[in-house]
């Protein structure tokens, strides 16, 4: 999904028609009777050939207190600040009234892209009211009826230039990965610049210290924190020099245990949480000390590793914790026991409310980068190659015997390697392991996920297939982009 578009408005505008429409589905509850939705509901949207996430909300009610209405009002603005496009719904046979203008002055303040559209337009009982909605200032109102259908060409064109800006920042933001090698390439990483900075994305659950971390590092408050769990909702880029290096920080929604997240809107958030990580190329992962590599936590180093990234692991609130050994070597113990796939990645203590620790972090942040980056020669790998075969020969399955005649790295960002053998698919995943372990310890990449192929020996070209990307797990978690 390329966006999301909350719709909002007070009770009974057509907020929840509009929804089924976008959907194609009676997914929302509907009836003349205000009121009727009360959560947040997501869904896949489809106008003509665009795709996005669609959210229906509760209507804006004029409480603020801790009523139902008062916490529904909370909910939607939640949405509002959530969502890339927010469309305002007015009723166009109502008119205009005061809680209108309120909620116009409030999106105004929390979204960038607010399209106002006076429902209920069709035939001239409409007229008054979609003339009225010009007096809101929120640009000139589309005429629709949810209803029927109309107005959905005109909805359309305005998202369309919208949806490609959003293309666009995506694609200057994606960091460049697989990237295809040789070896007359040089060694060294790319020299990171203002324009293309060493992109970073902060994870973790809710309360972690995210957001406080990122304003420690950046020298200024920029983002909201406090002692609530779950203040960050949107996934936030933040350009920064940190000692001297250009960076970009993506802060990023908590995410929570799957059964927790009891609202439409915070699985959205771990959505976008999600999307910064596929956009980073150094994963951190901000644990707290006192509830460190619990089940969500786990699923997040998971994904980044299955993601191809590179993973810091940091251990935040170390000012509370009074007896640092003991605690510094059960949190490595449980590191090596819950994440094996992630061996040897760097684990940092920090304290974001008091800074200490940070420039052990910088440094974690720069060597995972330089890993991710890392080639090795052809040479250096068939010398480790026969290194490796003479210390623990491949099996004989069926009495085959397996030989294996040389590897190449074809790929680096995350290093990618490929071993010419024979009978590849008769190679048992115990002995591609050890192959793994090996290139980990040996070539010092710890903390970056490998990737490595059998090909069969026969098949002289092993870099033949290296420009075929596959669709990565998380892309198909967020779906398709629009063509």
Not at 22 to 40: E, I, M, W
Not at 114 to 120: D, R, S, T
Not at 209 to 219: D, F, M, Q
Not at 337 to 362: C, E, M, N, Y
Request: some cysteine.
């Amino acid at each position: 999904m390329s966006f999301t578009l909350a719709i909002v408005g007070r009770p009974n505008v057509g907020k929840s028609t509009l929804f089924n429409r976008l959907v194609g589905k009676r997914l929302a509850l509907v009836d003349d009777q205000p009121g009727v939705t009360r959560d947040l509901r997501e869904g896949a949207a489809r106008l003509g050939d665009l795709r996005f996430t669609v959210i229906d909300t509760a209507g804006l009610e004029e409480a603020t207190d801790e009523s139902l209405q008062g916490r529904m009002r909370r909910l939607t603005e939640r949405a509002v600040e959530l969502a890339d496009v927010c469309l305002f719904m007015v009723d166009a046979r109502a008119g205009i009234l005061p809680a209108d203008q309120i909620f116009a002055d409030i999106l105004r303040k929390k979204n960038a892209h607010v399209i106002l559209a006076a429902n209920k337009a069709e035939g001239r009982a409409g007229d008054a009211g979609y003339l009225d909605a010009f007096s809101l200032g929120l640009g000139e109102p589309l005429r629709i009826s949810a209803e029927h259908g109309e107005g959905m060409g005109e909805l359309l064109d305005v998202l369309m230039p919208i949806a490609d800006g959003f293309e666009e920042r995506a694609e200057e933001e994606a960091p460049e990965t697989d990237v295809d090698v040789g070896d007359d390439d040089e060694d060294a990483p790319r020299q990171l610049t203002r324009e293309k900075p060493l992109q970073i994305a902060v994870v973790g659950r809710p309360n972690a210290g995210k957001s406080t971390l990122i304003n420690r590092i950046l020298g200024e408050e920029r983002l909201l924190t406090g002692p609530e769990a779950g203040i960050t909702r949107d996934a936030i880029s933040v350009p920064t020099l940190w000692d001297g290096v250009p960076m970009r920080i993506f802060d990023t929604a908590g995410m929570r245990k799957r059964a927790k997240i009891q609202d439409k809107l915070e699985k959205l958030s771990v959505s976008d949480g999600l999307r910064a990580v596929r956009f980073a190329e150094v994963v951190v992962i901000l644990l707290d000390v006192e509830i460190p590599f619990e089940q969500q936590d786990l699923r997040i180093a998971d994904l980044a590793e299955r993601e191809g990234r590179a993973v810091v692991i940091a251990v935040n609130k170390w000012d509370l914790e009074d007896d640092k050994q003991d605690k510094l070597k059960d949190l490595r113990e449980m590191f090596e026991r819950l994440l094996p796939q992630l061996r040897g990645a760097p684990l940092v203590t920090v304290s974001a409310k008091t800074g200490r620790g940070l420039d052990r972090l910088h440094a974690a942040i720069l060597k995972a980068h330089e890993v991710w980056n890392r080639r090795v020669t052809t040479a250096q790998l068939n010398r480790w190659l026969t290194g490796m075969l003479e210390q623990h020969p491949p099996p004989a399955p069926g009495g085959r015997r397996i030989k294996m005649r040389y590897a190449t790295q074809v790929k680096t960002r995350p290093p990618a390697f490929v071993v010419m053998t024979s009978h590849p698919e008769a190679v048992p995943e115990s002995y591609s392991r050890y192959l793994v372990n090996g290139l980990r310890n040996d070539f010092d990449m710890h903390g970056t996920p490998i990737r490595l192929t059998l090909r069969d020996q026969n098949d002289r070209n092993p870099f033949k297939d290296r420009k075929k990307s596959q669709p990565s797990k998380l892309s198909k978690h967020l779906g398709k982009p629009r063509k």
